[in-house]
Nanobody, 124 residues
Framework: QVQLVESGGGLVQVGGSLRLSCAAS????????MGWFRQAPGKERKFALG????????YYPDSVKGRFTISRDNAANTVYLQMNSLKPEDTAVYYC?????????????????WGQGTQVTVSS
């Protein structure tokens, strides 16, 4: 069992930045692929960024490329999401998730553990 707690969300202006954190407890953090997902109002939850167990590999769609950066500190059992150049369409609840499978996935239904989410609102 892994427990995940996100923090760092809030209200930010267009073009601004936020840094989200996800603190993990329970099983060994470094044994999990980690992902950030987001769910906008009235829409399905979708993949934002992912990172491999060691942090050596990152995965992201074009929607966040060049603006968002994922990183992890395994010693601190924490994964981070640095968001820059924020746009109104980035407004969503952001979720941290852990995947214990050998091969990582972008499908939210395949992730094993989830945090409670943190709201990010980008105002225009």
């Amino acid at each position: 069992q892994v427990q995940l707690v996100e923090s760092g969300g809030g209200l930010v202006q267009v073009g601004g930045s936020l840094r989200l954190s996800c603190a993990a407890s329970g099983r060994t953090f470094s044994s999990y692929h980690m992902g950030w997902f987001r769910q906008a109002p009235g829409k399905e939850r979708k993949f934002a960024l992912g990172i491999s167990r060691s942090g050596g590999g990152t995965y992201y769609p074009d929607s966040v490329k060049g603006r968002f950066t994922i990183s992890r500190d395994n010693a601190a059992n924490t994964v981070y999401l640095q968001m820059n150049s924020l746009k109104p369409e980035d407004t969503a609840v952001y979720y941290c998730a852990a995947d214990r499978s050998v091969v990582p996935t972008t499908d939210p239904s395949r992730y094993d553990y989830w945090g409670q989410g943190t709201q990010v609102t980008v105002s225009s």
